[in-house]
């Protein structure tokens, strides 16, 4: 089975960049697509960002677009997501998903980790 787990939240203050990281232990890593998701309170949980492969295409949710950076290593086992020019808006959950098709719908993927906080207040 695999195995993810994010790290790298934490509390920063708006328009602060920070780095969430999500490191895989399975063994079919580099034939997954992967996504990042988050969820805030009372919120639905939506879809962030997409990345099919390393130097793959990449696919973002118009909220966060230009501000997020998703990218992987495959070789590490590894997918980021890059964040910067942070509002309140962005505090939430935030996880890493793995699935077969790029899609916005979290009902796609298969394999999800336990999330990481990141909280954006002044």
């Known amino acids: 089975q695999e195995s993810f787990v994010e790290s790298g939240g934490r509390l920063v203050q708006p328009g602060d960049s920070l780095r969430l990281s999500c490191t895989a232990s399975?063994?079919?890593?580099?034939?997954?697509?992967m996504a990042w998701f988050r969820q805030a309170p009372g919120r639905e949980r939506e879809f962030v960002a997409a990345k099919s492969r390393n130097a793959g295409t990449t696919y973002y949710a118009q909220s966060v677009k230009g501000r997020f950076t998703i990218s992987r290593d495959d070789a590490q086992n590894t997918l980021y997501l890059q964040m910067s020019s942070l509002n309140a808006e962005d505090t939430a959950v935030y996880y890493c998903?793995?699935?077969?098709?790029?899609?916005?719908?979290?009902?796609?993927?298969?394999?999800w980790g336990q999330g990481t906080q990141v909280t954006v207040s002044s």
């Open positions: 998903a793995a699935g077969k098709v790029a899609t916005m719908s979290a009902t796609e993927y298969n394999y």
């Open positions: 399975g063994r079919a890593f580099n034939s997954y697509i």
